[in-house]
């Protein structure tokens, strides 16, 4: 069964950092893209990262690029979104999602319960 | 980016009845259309991939068709725990875009 777990969220000041995490396990972990995906608290889903299998590639939204980065470690199964500078407008629940291919052309065939991130003085 | 827009907002229907949600994108997408619904307080789950394939134990009630720009995502008869909010996803340009969400509620 391929489970999904995020960790890391919380509640942060404007400006500063949150490193996410998301250990999964179930499938083969190296062999397929992983993303991010954000919900705004009432909102809909917005795609945040990705980033390919095996991991040479990332790809950003562009609010984000520059600020957050994403990375993977194939070897304990697990991928990670570390947040900078970060803005009210970033307060959501972030998603960990399984890719079903190597690349940034992804459905996102199973998702984790998402790690809450709130932005606030 | 490419924007899709789902109509209606939201959709009131009895257990039983017919559900007919529409994604049109701004420009197309080719058959890279996929569903996925949601649950108050629950992940996203995919429903129907490359507009008309059914994820894995998603039931023969839900269905997707369409081409280009003008999808469709049926629900044949609504049972109880269809009740959830619709969303689509392209991923034919990128980045990766998602419509606004259609909410099944029950009237």
């Known amino acids: 069964e391929v489970q999904l777990l995020e960790s890391g969220g919380g509640l942060v000041q404007p400006g500063g950092s949150l490193r996410l995490s998301c250990a999964t396990s179930?499938?083969?972990?190296?062999?397929?893209?992983m993303s991010w995906v954000r919900q705004a608290p009432g909102k809909g889903l917005e795609w945040v990262s990705t980033?390919?299998?095996?991991?040479?590639?990332?790809y950003y939204t562009d609010s984000v690029k520059g600020r957050f980065t994403i990375s993977r470690d194939n070897l304990n199964n697990t991928l990670f979104l570390k947040m900078d500078s970060l803005r009210a407008e970033d307060t959501a629940l972030y998603y960990c999602?399984?890719?079903?291919?190597?690349?940034?052309?992804?459905?996102?065939?199973?998702w984790g319960q998402g790690a809450p991130v709130t932005v606030s003085s | 980016e490419i924007v899709l827009t789902q109509s209606p907002a939201t959709l009131s229907l009895s257990p039983g009845e017919r559900a007919t949600l529409s994604c049109r994108a701004g420009q197309s997408v080719s058959g890279y259309l996929a569903w996925y619904q949601q649950k108050p307080g629950r992940a996203p789950r995919l429903l129907m991939y490359?507009?008309?394939k059914r994820a894995t134990g998603i039931p023969a009630r839900f269905s997707g068709s369409g081409s280009g720009t003008d999808f469709t995502l049926t629900i044949s008869s609504l049972e109880p725990e269809d009740f959830a909010v619709y969303y689509c996803q392209q991923r034919n340009h990128w980045p990766p875009t998602f419509g606004q969400g259609t909410k099944v509620e029950i009237k």
């Open positions: 179930g499938f083969a972990f190296g062999s397929y893209a």
């Open positions: 980033i390919s299998s095996p991991g040479g590639l990332t």
């Open positions: 999602a399984k890719g079903d291919t190597t690349g940034w052309r992804n459905w996102f065939d199973h």
């Open positions: 490359d507009t008309s």
